[in-house]
């Protein structure tokens, strides 16, 4: 018989994760990776502000609250105080794309031994919707409401293009949680990134499209879709980056 | 005195925070506190710690929260700009009630203002570190030999109360040198049984957080931490007092001012005015006891200040405006001189008279 | 007894250095010390100058308003601390980089042709070093048979090369 449990490493609480919205899922991924490495006992997870802020109370293993943008520096100084623990930041695209991008470029940048689990929904979910740094050009946010207009705002970041361009950086996928299968490839990404970590390979960052079917207005079947048919184009998956994957291979 | 070695303030702070067993550092390049940063640049590889400069001010302290909150000995130390840059991390630490050592070695202000010494952050560090109602150990320092002890005691502070402590030093004391005995005594241990080093599957999660969207809940810890100020108030003030038994005017100081101020009262004296000093080492908790003390004989006050007159607001306080406070300051970088404070104290004298 | 020294030159004439030497002198001696320079961009090529203080009382005020006695290395220097130094104070200047004369007559002066001494002698880095040996004899502040155990002490330990071409150069200054 197989029984379908809870992962340890998830916290028996209830989620205040809106219907439909994909947080739920990349929490689990996480957390079976934690269980399937047998690392619970020693992995420091570092909350983010924004609407995984209580991510603190959903994971069994010690956590840190930081300060919006933050959770970089913090897993720096949590891992340089105690290099044996496992330290993993959890936060999304406003913490970790527009207010803590240069402690997210930094910290790859020394190549830090932490993993970063980066959940892009293209909008800001806890203020209420509004535009973030990944939200999707002509994307209609309480901030854009006539549609994002690159040529007065910008366009939106692409964190793994940019983060493999510096040198410190060790891992970088960008997967999705849209379907079965991505879901699938996804938590081998996160395990694998947790791995790295043991082994003492440096700074990973796994980025994860998600859905936020609330403040994009879409019933959660329907955002599913406008992630497959919207995101996935502007942000395409796959590896960015992996120094180890040559000789990963050769073995 | 065989025992005692000529450094400069800034190096001696760096190596009484090595000996209080402080071994991970953050930091970010400001004049005038580089010293200090570049000593633990070269001293802490030599002792397995860690110096690491960071990409800001910001990520500096969020790496000290990180250390304090996995329970080890930490600091940062830059000037006024980047302590104002500091002031969310400040904010978050006392929110998470964790300990560390802030070193800010006042440059003048506002804005980029200049590089020279000043004390014009006595309020940031008095009373407004940052959002929120909180507070943090405040030392000043007023010789090298200061600033190592004070260090040294500053780690014990913090450990005691779960409490940031912020050295208030300014950039004369850094730069200058003076004889120093390294000799600080045994390093207190503090048990830290919620710090986030990894549950080893034997407790609950520990959770390092200043979180709270329940009022009720979030009033209770403000008012924890208020009874755990109300103590410190109670018993951890300190000062230094300099001829003030018979004095009827009673200088207030701390840091280069209290030097400054000590050559204007032998001054004052062989001309007959009986002067004295009150030199807080401690800025929070302020003395405020033994100035009210003072008071009782007293005639006037000077509050001797290279800032445009915030602490005398304290003294004000401590003694309910019962005598008159004048004030000797000045601003951006200039340091009263010994003449300008002795002009003072005959005002004072005068003044004081006329009560 | 507290002795108010200023020293002050342009940058890379071993101000700092003087004053450092004469402040360890004062701790060897169980004095009270404080030695403090001026600093920032003013001392990258500019005129530094640093403040000794040596007295057998606490030190209040590092800072050096009225020296009783000046070192100056070059002329901004003299132009800018003459007027300062208290009556019946000294003052020693390095008389072949300052071609005017001190005014004032209050004060004791010791013109020093520092830089030519230094450049005959094979050392042009050390003229500080003569117009300090100057000052040792002239002040008679420390006892002759320190001076060695402060110049090892005093040369950080890379340089220590040095030592020797430093207790000459101090040697020429006692001479004077």
Redesign the interface.
């Known amino acids: 018989m197989i029984v379908f449990e809870k992962p340890h490493a998830l916290a028996d609480v209830k989620l205040h994760y809106c219907p439909g919205c994909t947080h739920g899922i990349v929490h689990r991924l996480v957390a079976e990776a934690i269980d399937e490495l047998g690392i619970e006992g020693k992995t420091i997870g570092i909350a983010p502000v924004g609407c995984s802020v209580f991510a603190y109370n959903y994971f069994n293993c010690d956590m840190v609250e930081a300060a919006h943008g933050r959770a970089p520096a913090v897993a720096t100084g949590v891992k340089r105080a105690n290099p044996d623990n496992i330290v993993f930041t959890y936060q999304g695209d406003g913490d970790l794309a527009a207010i803590g991008t240069a402690e997210t470029v930094h910290s790859a940048a020394r190549g830090e031994n932490i993993t970063v689990i980066f959940v892009n929904n293209a909008i800001y979910g806890m203020t209420g919707g509004q535009m973030a740094p990944t939200t999707l050009p002509g994307q209609v946010t309480q901030t854009s409401p006539y549609g994002r207009k690159p040529e007065s705002v910008g366009y939106p970041i692409r964190v793994c293009e940019l983060l493999s361009n510096v040198t410190g950086a060790s891992y970088l996928q960008r997967v999705a949680v849209n379907s079965v299968k991505n879901v699938k490839e996804a938590g081998k990404a996160i395990k694998k990134a947790f791995q790295y970590q043991i082994e003492g390979k440096g700074f990973s960052l796994i980025e994860v499209l998600s859905t936020c079917p609330t403040n994009w207005g879409l019933t959660p079947d329907k955002a599913l879709k406008w992630l497959e048919d919207n995101m996935i184009p502007y942000y395409p998956l796959g590896v960015y980056k992996d120094k180890y994957a040559e000789e990963g291979n050769k073995q | 005195?065989g025992d005692?070695?000529?450094m400069k303030g800034n190096e001696a702070l760096a190596e009484a925070a090595i000996m209080a067993g402080c071994r991970?550092y953050?930091g970010y390049p400001i004049?005038?506190q580089t010293e200090v940063a570049a000593y633990l640049a070269k001293r802490m590889p030599l002792v397995d710690g860690?110096f690491?400069q960071?990409?800001?001010e910001?990520?500096?302290i969020?790496?000290?929260?990180?250390?304090?909150?996995?329970?080890?000995r930490?600091m940062t130390s830059s000037s006024s700009p980047g302590i104002s840059l500091k002031s969310?991390?400040l904010s978050?630490l006392a929110g998470?009630d964790l300990p560390a050592l802030v070193i800010n070695v006042q440059r003048g202000g506002p804005g980029l203002g200049g590089?020279?010494p000043s004390q014009s952050d006595y309020f940031h560090a008095t009373r407004g570190a940052g959002h929120g109602d909180f507070h943090m150990l405040v030392l000043a320092p007023a010789s090298v030999q200061e600033m190592a002890s004070l260090v040294f005691k500053g780690f014990d502070l913090a450990d005691k109360y779960r409490m940031t402590t912020m050295i208030l030093a300014d950039?004369?004391i850094g730069?200058?040198?003076?004889?120093v005995s390294l000799d600080m005594g045994e390093v207190k241990h503090y048990d830290k049984p919620w710090a986030?080093?990894?549950?080893?599957?034997?407790r609950?999660?520990?959770?390092?957080?200043?979180?709270s969207l329940l009022p009720e809940e979030l009033e209770q810890w403000n008012f924890k931490r208020y009874e755990r100020y109300a103590e410190i108030e109670k018993n951890e003030a300190l000062y230094e007092s300099f001829l003030t038994e018979d004095a009827d005017i009673v200088i207030v100081a701390f840091g280069?001012a209290a030097?400054?101020?000590?050559?204007a009262i032998?001054a004052a004296r062989a001309k007959g005015i009986k002067a004295g000093l009150i030199r807080p080492i401690t800025l929070w908790p302020f003395p405020k006891s033994a100035l009210k003390e003072a008071a009782k004989t007293a005639k006037a006050f000077v509050s001797v200040e290279l800032s445009m007159g915030q602490m005398i607001e304290d003294i004000e306080l401590a003694i309910r405006c019962t005598r008159p406070v004048l004030l000797c300051n000045r601003a951006g970088g200039m340091?009263p001189?010994?003449e300008e404070v002795l002009a003072k104290i005959e005002k004072a004298d005068r003044i004081g008279g006329e009560n | 007894m507290t002795t108010n020294i200023l020293i002050s030159g342009f940058g890379g004439q071993g101000v700092l250095f003087t004053g450092k030497f004469l402040a360890y002198e004062g701790l060897l001696e169980n004095k009270e010390v404080t030695w403090l320079p001026s600093y920032g961009p003013e001392m990258r090529g500019g005129t530094a100058n640093c403040a000794v203080i040596i007295s057998d009382e606490p030190i209040g005020s590092p800072l050096v308003t009225y020296p009783d006695v000046l070192i100056a290395m070059n002329l901004p220097s003299l132009d800018k601390f003459e007027k300062d130094i208290v009556p019946g104070g000294m003052v020693f200047y390095d008389s072949s980089l300052i071609d005017r004369k001190v005014t004032r007559s209050d004060i004791k002066v010791f013109p020093i042709p520092a830089t030519k001494m230094a450049s005959d002698a094979g050392f042009p880095t050390l003229a500080n070093m003569i117009v300090l040996g100057k000052l040792l004899k002239e002040t008679a502040m420390f006892p002759a048979e320190t001076i060695d155990k402060t110049i090892a002490k005093v040369v950080s330990a890379r340089k220590q090369n040095l030592v020797e071409l430093n207790k000459k150069a101090i040697q020429l200054g006692l001479e004077l």
């Open positions: 005195m005692k070695v000529l991970h953050f004049t005038p860690t690491l960071a990409e800001s910001i990520a500096a969020n790496m000290v929260i990180g250390v304090a909150s996995a329970g080890k930490v969310e991390g978050y998470c590089i020279q950039g004369t730069q200058m040198m003076e004889p986030v080093t990894g549950t080893k599957g034997e609950t999660h520990n959770i390092v957080n200043s979180l280069v030097r400054v101020a000590r050559n032998v340091i001189t010994p």
